[in-house]
């Protein structure tokens, strides 16, 4: 199986911050990496897809980078809403598989 | 709009058989996967498998002697099975939706909103 592993596992930081989570892959998984958004008692809602693309709908402030094995969810200016925990996974091969998730709090 | 709903028993006995279903609308079946995901509470997320709008099936080999996911096309619908259960199958089950859309393009994109499975006496 590709292990997904995200840091930090939880981040505070306020409303205007710049944040940027990182999630690295056991191996090369290409572009084929999500990022999802998660709040209490949801289901987790794709934000970007294929590394890089924005899901539509989903604000501008949301932005992912990366290829192979490293990958960043960058958002540029945290708004209140943005508070819950996100989870990358990679869709390059089965079992799909899911980072532990980074829980994002309000410092 | 694309929506899928999950539906079964919330309570399940230890080496039973966990039985789920959901039901999607407002789109085909054709051309994706339709996948079972599991979250034990406070945890992360499990992908147990998924099943092909042809039929064909994939596991997570972690689950496989106990999974089986079946489509029911005629009543827009797959279910799960998961046997011989214990406390450690606990979690909140979802359905999805996976998209392919060419290039590295394949993510979950509809979810179902999730149903909590207890497995006690």
């Known amino acids: 199986d590709i292990q997904m592993t995200q840091s930090p596992s939880s981040l505070s930081a306020s409303v205007g911050d710049r944040v940027t989570i990182t999630c690295r892959a056991s191996?090369?998984?290409?572009?084929?990496l999500n990022w999802y958004q998660q709040k209490p008692g949801k289901a987790p809602k794709v934000l970007i897809y294929a590394a890089s693309t924005l899901q539509s709908g989903v604000p501008s402030r949301f932005s992912g980078s990366g290829s192979g094995t490293d990958f960043t969810l960058t958002i540029s200016s945290l708004q209140p809403e943005d508070f819950a925990t996100y989870f990358c996974?990679?869709?390059?091969?089965?079992?799909?598989?899911f980072g532990q998730g980074t829980r994002l709090e309000i410092k | 709009q694309v929506h899928l709903q999950e539906s079964g028993p919330g309570l399940v006995k230890p080496s039973e058989t966990l039985s789920l279903t959901c039901t999607f609308s407002g789109d085909s079946i054709n051309y994706y996967y339709w996948s079972w995901i599991r979250q034990p509470p406070g945890m992360g997320l499990e992908w147990i498998g998924y099943v092909h709008h042809s039929g064909s099936t994939t596991y997570n080999p972690s689950l496989k002697s106990r999974v089986t996911i079946s489509l029911e096309t005629s009543k827009s619908q797959f279910s799960l099975q998961l046997t011989s259960v214990t406390a450690a199958d606990t979690a909140v089950y979802y359905c999805?939706?996976?998209?392919?859309?060419?290039?590295?393009?394949?993510?979950?994109?509809?979810w179902g909103q999730g149903a909590l499975v207890t497995v006690s006496s």
């Open positions: 999805s939706r996976e998209r392919y859309c060419g290039g590295y393009c394949r993510h979950f994109d509809y």
């Open positions: 996974q990679q869709t390059h091969l089965t079992p799909r598989t």
């Open positions: 191996q090369s998984i290409s572009s084929y």
